[in-house]
Structure formats: structure tokens, C-alpha cells
């Protein structure tokens, strides 16, 4: 029944129907696709919870500040001392700032419509470091919600107006930091989607030794990516899914890497079949049939697995969930669909100069892996206990991996304008005037709130209270970088205080109180969603395998490679890199994606050792599947991992640490754990791998004789 509906793809003329098909949505998709950058929200506070302090506190800023307002600073440095002639300048520039479009407006009184004690500084006086070789103006801009995307031009204006002979200009802030941000993340689509592809068509040839069959998947997997991508699009604007420049850079790597997986499982599914059935229709219905099952599985692992992301609390995490989980669906559909209706269209001279006649031997049987499985064969119980031990070791890795965050300056891989602006003003005495930490309370206990605040180590003086609509209104100057454990110290220190005013229902906000909230949040999520995407996984296993050691066995075997690439991964960011540490959500984005990817190779292997053993046994199974599979699985490793190090091009260090971190995984679950340890296990435990069924009722231990045998695999 299944080779009939899969050969029903593939036939003579529904091949032809599905190519058809799949065009016509490529074509209605590439429109739609191109606009996803358009309904990203890059906005950091539209990535925290309703339920976040930061957040409540953000929602009742209304009467006091523009929620969209972007502080920003103008340095100025002069080596050897800013002169008068600067100063005068500094000032006429000033005035031009105040001009500009977006700039906060004021009322007849000089205060802005929108009043906040921050903004009502004259912006005329800059103020100037002690030794003088720094001056910095700060200015507001509200220019809507779509404020953040407009930054990077309104940068190169400032640094028109700002510019001075002899005079070094940053622009730093917010305003700066989002001008960077956009810069970081600028051409992400076309530099992404070519250094991928690019990287994956290398492999490829090399895998496939063609000319001309890489070209298929290749197509197969840009349909997927337009598709996904017009899906996403419309569920971000009419479903208020969140779409960020962070996710829609994992969706490229995660579509095109996946994707080339299920193809060289289904390709090198359909050679074998080919040498075994003259009429190549024929062969595809045996290799859908034999393939899409695992194919299944691991797609079905990964949506699910992602789709746990909803648990988060982070908005920014959870919105990844949908987004990879419609990128793995959509690409599991061409995979099993479109790509073998092209290769049945074009026939055996694709796979040239290497055409897999009628006939002609498996290649598979006598290659590298079938030399890996004889020698685990003899001594399996030693092999896959000093694996483990290795394994074990590699994960005191972890004691050096830091996720308490990074501050402004370590976020990038290269040096901003925006980070460098900040640290002259740090090395001349200067605070940054645009990190505020604010507070709203009932207006009644206004006064007794601002008390509570003054006096408190890391803030400057408070403010003089605002009111309004019932609400009171007060903010001080953080004297930290915002997002630094010092800052963090700060905000818990003023919140203890203000929330111990009686009656006052004081909430705490601003920078550092959004990135410890975010901190905060981050490890919350990492306790829960890790428990829940390991049970998912294994329930999944369960019903494919239909055993409960195997799986139980397979997952403890993934968190061990994820320990492992862990732990090495933190030493390379500690000791090579010379990275500070990571991001808060770096450990589980990892998890999320080593688990769930990782367990694909898995899931190919032992999907071929069950179906092997229904004829050979398990023990003769694990080395038929192991010869058979192991070539495209050591492949599909490799262009998973080359995938996600291309994440590195992109200089942010959250993302640089997550490319190399599931690459060290993918390549540890390829070549180690799937072709050393879990074969081994398999050799040593035989039929009992798996209990409570009794699917190898022949079980015994291979003989010198059996290890040496051809290996003849199921038909």
C-alpha cells in the first residue's frame, strides 16, 4: 500500500502534475517572500513577556515618554583636548539636531509634547569629559514604530551634521546601537542564502561526483525556502507571529541544511534501488517507501521539537518555534515530493559520469563504513563504554561556558561605531546619559518613591517626579554599561527599594531592567523547554522504533553529544575566540537544535537497523545499515554543519557561537556517536535493544565467518 502511493508521485504522469504544482506555488510564493524582511519586529522590547516587570512598566509609559522614542548620543573626541573652535561647533550642531525630522517636539515652554525630565535637557549644552577630549550631545527621536528601521539613515545624517576636522564622531546610544544592529543584520537574506548555498553545492559535488545532479536538491531546497517564507510573512501580518532579523537567518541555514539531508537520504535510497530495478519509476516507489518513513521521523522530530519553543517566555524564542517548525514542514513536502518527481523526470544520465546501471554492484559494501562496523564488531562493550568515558570528559567543558550575558561591547565579532562610542565615553568619566533606569507608581506616592530611589549605589540623582492620569513618573541615570552584571545589581537594588514603598505599586524599567529581565526569563525557559522537547523526542522514537530501550538509549546518547560539543564549544569561545561569554538563550537555542537535528542521523540509522533485522538479525543489521547509510549520513552531517557555520559570516557573537556549537554537534553525532557508540551498543545488546518487542527472535552472536560476509541488505 505505501510503495503504491508512493509510486503514485512518481508515475508516468503525476510526475509531471506534482512538478506543475510545486512551480505554480514558487512563483505566487517569491513575492510574498521577499516582504518577510518587511514584517520583521527587531524592536528588543517586543521580545520580552507581557508578564516581564520591564514590560509592565514599558506599557504605562504612555503619558510620560514616546514608547517608541530612541535616545541617541553624539561623541565627539579630540585626542590632546577638544578646542573652543570645537566646542562651538559642538553646539551649532546641537541646534541643527533639534531641527531634524523625528526629533522630540516641544511645547511654547521648551519642553517636549511628550514630556520626560530626560528629553526636557537643553540639547544645546553638551556635556564634556574632565581631561576635555570628549564632548557628547544627546537627542531623541520619535519616529513611530518602524523607528528602529529608519536609525541607520538617520545615523549617516548625524555624522553629516557632526562632522569635524580633527574630531573623531560617534554616534552611540540607542539610536547607535540600532544603527549598528541593522547594519549587522543588513543584506542578511542575499549574503546568507548565497554563502549557504554556495558552501552546500561544494559538498554536493564532492558527495555526488555529478555535474549536474547537485542542481536538484539545490532547487528543491530555494521552493522550500521561497515557500516558507510566504507562509511565515503571512502569519506574521495577519497572525502576530514574531519575526526578527535572528530568526529568519536561522529559517535560511535551517531549510537549505535539512533539506539537503532528506535529499541525500532519498537520493542515495533511490541509487540503491536503481541498481536493483530496471524501470526507474519502479525504483523511486521502493525508495519513497523505504526512505519517507525516516524522512518522516526526523521532519515530524524537528517541528515538534520546535514547536516546544512555544513554552517559552520569551517572545523572541517563541516566535522561532513557528517559524522553523513551517520551514521543516514545508521542506519535508518538497523533499518527498518534487525532488523525486525530478529525478525520475530526468532519468539515469543525471547521476553521470557515475550512472547506478541495472545490475551493477553497491559500491556501499566494501567502502570505509563497512571497515568501521567489522572492527567495532568483535569487542563492541569496550568500544562504546571508552566512547562514553571520552565523551564525559569532553562535557567538563561546561564549566567554563559563562551565560550571565554580554554587554554592548562584547555582542559584536567586529567593533561598531556604537560600542566604540561607548567605551571612549566609559575611558573619559562620562556616563551614558541614554541608559535610564524608570519608575511608575501610583501618583499619590510619587514623592516617597523618588526618595526611596535617591541615595541608592549605581544611580545618579532621581529625577523630580512627574504625574499624571494617576500615574507618577521618575528616572535616573545607570552608571553601567546596560546590559553588565553591574547594571543588573542596580536595577534589583532600586526595585527592592521602590517595590517597599507601601500603596506605591511601583514598577521598575528601562535598558538594564529589560536585559535582566531577559536574563531571567532566558533561564527560565532553558529549565523548561529542555525537559519537554527530550520527552517529545522520546515519545517520537518510541512509536517509530516501537521499542523503549532503543529510545531511551538514542536520547541518552544525544544529550551526551550535546554535553560534549558543550562543553569543547565553550573551551573554543573561552581559549581561540576570546569570546566573554554568551547569551542567555544560547543553551537552549543549542539544545533545541542539536537534540532535534541530532537525532535525525539516529533515527536514519536506526530505522535501516530495524528493517535489516526483520532478515539479518540486529547484530548483522547494525552492520548492513551502518555500510549502507553511513556515507549520506557522514554527508548530510557535514552540510549541516557547513550550513550553520556560515551563521559566522554574520558578526554577532550569539549567532557566531551557535553556528560553531551545532556544527561541533552534528559532526560529533555523525562521525562518533551515530557510527562508533550507537552501533556498538547495538552489537553488544543484540535483540534486547528492542524490548518489550521481540523483533529479533534469532539473536546471537556474529562469528568471525558472519563479520566477514558480504553484506546483502533488505530488497
Known amino acids: 500500500m505505501h510503495r503504491q502511493i508512493a509510486g503514485s508521485l512518481t508515475g508516468r504522469v503525476t510526475k509531471w502534475l506534482v512538478l506543475v504544482t510545486w512551480l505554480l506555488i514558487a512563483v505566487g510564493s517569491?513575492?510574498?517572500?521577499?516582504?518577510?524582511?518587511?514584517?520583521?519586529?527587531?524592536?528588543?522590547?517586543?521580545?520580552?513577556?507581557?508578564?516581564?516587570?520591564?514590560?509592565?512598566?514599558?506599557?504605562?509609559?504612555?503619558?510620560?515618554?514616546?514608547?517608541?522614542?530612541?535616545?541617541?548620543?553624539?561623541?565627539?573626541?579630540?585626542?590632546?583636548?577638544?578646542?573652543?573652535?570645537?566646542?562651538?561647533?559642538?553646539?551649532?550642531?546641537?541646534?541643527?539636531?533639534?531641527?531634524?525630522?523625528?526629533?522630540?517636539?516641544?511645547?511654547?515652554?521648551?519642553?517636549?509634547?511628550?514630556?520626560?525630565?530626560?528629553?526636557?535637557?537643553?540639547?544645546?549644552?553638551?556635556?564634556?569629559?574632565?581631561?576635555?577630549?570628549?564632548?557628547?550631545?544627546?537627542?531623541?527621536?520619535?519616529?513611530?514604530?518602524?523607528?528602529?528601521?529608519?536609525?541607520?539613515?538617520?545615523?549617516?545624517?548625524?555624522?553629516?551634521?557632526?562632522?569635524?576636522?580633527?574630531?573623531?564622531?560617534?554616534?552611540?546610544?540607542?539610536?547607535?546601537?540600532?544603527?549598528?544592529?541593522?547594519?549587522?543584520?543588513?543584506?542578511?537574506?542575499?549574503?546568507?542564502?548565497?554563502?549557504?548555498?554556495?558552501?552546500?553545492?561544494?559538498?554536493?559535488?564532492?558527495?555526488?561526483?555529478?555535474?549536474?545532479?547537485?542542481?536538484?536538491?539545490?532547487?528543491?531546497?530555494?521552493?522550500?525556502?521561497?515557500?516558507?517564507?510566504?507562509?511565515?510573512?503571512?502569519?506574521?501580518?495577519?497572525?502576530?507571529?514574531?519575526?526578527?532579523?535572528?530568526?529568519?537567518?536561522?529559517?535560511?541555514?535551517?531549510?537549505?541544511?535539512?533539506?539537503?539531508?532528506?535529499?541525500?537520504?532519498?537520493?542515495?535510497?533511490?541509487?540503491?534501488?536503481?541498481?536493483?530495478?530496471?524501470?526507474?519509476?519502479?525504483?523511486?516507489?521502493?525508495?519513497?517507501?523505504?526512505?519517507?518513513?525516516?524522512?518522516?521521523?526526523?521532519?515530524?522530530?524537528?517541528?515538534?521539537?520546535?514547536?516546544?519553543?512555544?513554552?517559552?517566555?520569551?517572545?523572541?524564542?517563541?516566535?522561532?518555534?513557528?517559524?522553523?517548525?513551517?520551514?521543516?514542514?514545508?521542506?519535508?513536502?518538497?523533499?518527498?515530493?518534487?525532488?523525486?518527481?525530478?529525478?525520475?523526470?530526468?532519468?539515469?544520465?543525471?547521476?553521470?559520469?557515475?550512472?547506478?546501471?541495472?545490475?551493477?554492484?553497491?559500491?556501499?559494501?566494501?567502502?570505509?563504513?563497512?571497515?568501521?562496523?567489522?572492527?567495532?564488531?568483535?569487542?563492541?562493550?569496550?568500544?562504546?563504554?571508552?566512547?562514553?568515558?571520552?565523551?564525559?570528559?569532553?562535557?567538563?567543558?561546561?564549566?567554563t561556558l559563562n551565560t550571565n550575558g554580554l554587554t554592548t561591547e562584547e555582542t559584536y565579532t567586529t567593533e561598531f561605531e556604537s560600542v566604540t562610542g561607548q567605551q571612549v565615553l566609559v575611558d573619559h568619566g562620562l556616563v551614558d546619559q541614554s541608559n535610564k533606569v524608570v519608575v511608575v507608581a501610583n501618583a499619590e506616592q510619587a514623592d516617597a518613591v523618588a526618595a526611596a530611589v535617591d541615595g541608592i549605589e549605581g544611580v545618579e540623582e532621581p529625577s523630580e517626579p512627574l504625574t499624571k492620569d494617576g500615574v507618577g513618573f521618575i528616572e535616573a541615570t545607570i552608571d553601567h554599561d546596560p546590559s553588565t552584571q553591574a547594571a543588573f545589581d542596580t536595577v534589583e537594588r532600586v526595585r527592592d527599594a521602590v517595590h517597599a514603598v507601601d500603596g506605591a505599586d511601583a514598577l521598575v524599567g528601562g535598558n538594564s531592567a529589560f536585559f535582566l529581565d531577559t536574563l531571567q526569563a532566558s533561564e527560565r525557559d532553558s529549565l523548561v523547554i529542555i525537559p519537554i522537547i527530550l520527552v517529545v523526542v522520546l515519545l517520537i522514537l518510541m512509536v517509530l522504533l516501537r521499542s523503549l530501550v532503543a529510545p531511551l538509549i538514542l536520547i541518552a546518547t544525544v544529550v551526551l553529544s550535546f554535553g560534549a560539543a558543550l562543553g569543547?564549544?565553550?573551551?573554543?569561545?573561552?581559549?581561540?575566540?576570546?569570546?566573554?561569554?554568551?547569551?542567555?538563550?544560547?543553551?537552549?537555542?543549542?539544545?533545541?537544535?542539536?537534540?532535534?537535528?541530532?537525532?535525525?542521523?539516529?533515527i536514519f540509522l536506526m530505522t535501516r537497523v530495524r528493517e535489516e533485522t526483520m532478515n539479518a538479525g540486529t547484530r548483522k543489521g547494525s552492520l548492513i545499515a551502518l555500510t549502507s547509510t553511513g556515507g549520506v549520513i557522514t554527508s548530510a552531517g557535514l552540510v549541516l554543519a557547513a550550513t550553520f557555520l556560515v551563521l559566522g559570516t554574520i558578526p554577532m557573537v550569539f549567532l557566531a557561537e551557535l553556528g560553531v556549537a551545532v556544527a561541533l554537534g552534528v559532526i560529533l553525532d555523525t562521525m562518533i556517536v551515530r557510527s562508533v557508540l550507537v552501533t556498538a551498543i547495538n552489537m553488544d545488546l543484540g535483540g534486547r535493544i528492542w524490548w518489550p518487542s521481540r523483533l529479533d527472535r534469532d539473536d546471537h552472536e556474529l562469528t568471525v565467518e558472519e563479520i566477514r560476509a558480504p553484506i546483502e541488505t533488505v530488497h
Open 568 to 602: 569543547l564549544s565553550s573551551l573554543l569561545f573561552t581559549y581561540v575566540f576570546g569570546f566573554a561569554g554568551a547569551d542567555p538563550s544560547f543553551p537552549l537555542f543549542a539544545f533545541v537544535f542539536l537534540v532535534a537535528l541530532g537525532i535525525d542521523y539516529n
Open 30 to 399: 517569491a513575492g510574498f517572500a521577499a516582504k518577510l524582511t518587511d514584517v520583521q519586529n527587531n524592536e528588543a522590547s517586543s521580545w520580552l513577556p507581557d508578564t516581564a516587570e520591564s514590560t509592565r512598566a514599558f506599557e504605562k509609559l504612555g503619558p510620560f515618554q514616546d514608547p517608541n522614542a530612541i535616545p541617541t548620543l553624539v561623541v565627539y573626541e579630540r585626542e590632546g583636548g577638544l578646542t573652543e573652535a570645537d566646542l562651538a561647533d559642538i553646539e551649532e550642531h546641537a541646534v541643527e539636531i533639534a531641527a531634524m525630522d523625528g526629533v522630540e517636539e516641544t511645547d511654547e515652554g521648551g519642553m517636549p509634547s511628550v514630556v520626560s525630565p530626560a528629553a526636557a535637557q537643553q540639547i544645546g549644552v553638551p556635556a564634556i569629559s574632565e581631561d576635555g577630549e570628549v564632548a557628547q550631545t544627546q537627542v531623541t527621536f520619535a519616529l513611530g514604530s518602524e523607528g528602529w528601521n529608519k536609525m541607520p539613515g538617520i545615523a549617516d545624517d548625524l555624522r553629516d551634521i557632526a562632522e569635524i576636522d580633527g574630531v573623531e564622531v560617534y554616534i552611540a546610544g540607542g539610536g547607535g546601537q540600532a544603527a549598528d544592529a541593522a547594519e549587522a543584520f543588513g543584506g542578511i537574506d542575499s549574503t546568507l542564502l548565497f554563502a549557504t548555498l554556495s558552501v552546500v553545492i561544494i559538498i554536493l559535488l564532492f558527495t555526488y561526483r555529478s555535474p549536474v545532479l547537485w542542481i536538484l536538491p539545490i532547487i528543491c531546497a530555494g521552493i522550500s525556502l521561497f515557500t516558507a517564507q510566504a507562509i511565515i510573512y503571512f502569519a506574521a501580518k495577519y497572525a502576530d507571529l514574531t519575526v526578527n532579523g535572528q530568526s529568519q537567518a536561522i529559517l535560511t541555514i535551517l531549510v537549505i541544511g535539512a533539506g539537503t539531508d532528506y535529499a541525500l537520504l532519498l537520493v542515495a535510497r533511490y541509487r540503491e534501488e536503481l541498481r536493483r530495478h530496471e524501470d526507474r519509476h519502479e525504483a523511486m516507489a521502493f525508495a519513497l517507501h523505504r526512505a519517507a518513513p525516516a524522512i518522516l521521523a526526523s521532519a515530524a522530530t524537528v517541528v515538534l521539537g520546535m514547536l516546544c519553543l512555544l513554552f517559552a517566555e520569551m517572545n523572541s524564542t517563541a516566535g522561532l518555534g513557528p517559524v522553523a517548525a513551517i520551514g521543516i514542514a514545508v521542506t519535508f513536502l518538497v523533499m518527498v515530493t518534487l525532488l523525486p518527481a525530478l529525478l525520475v523526470i530526468a532519468g539515469r544520465w543525471v547521476f553521470w559520469p557515475r550512472r547506478p546501471t541495472f545490475g551493477s554492484p553497491e559500491p556501499t559494501q566494501s567502502g570505509i563504513w563497512a571497515k568501521v562496523g567489522r572492527a567495532i564488531a568483535p569487542r563492541p562493550r569496550p568500544v562504546w563504554i571508552l566512547t562514553s568515558v571520552l565523551l564525559a570528559v569532553a562535557c567538563l567543558g561546561l564549566f
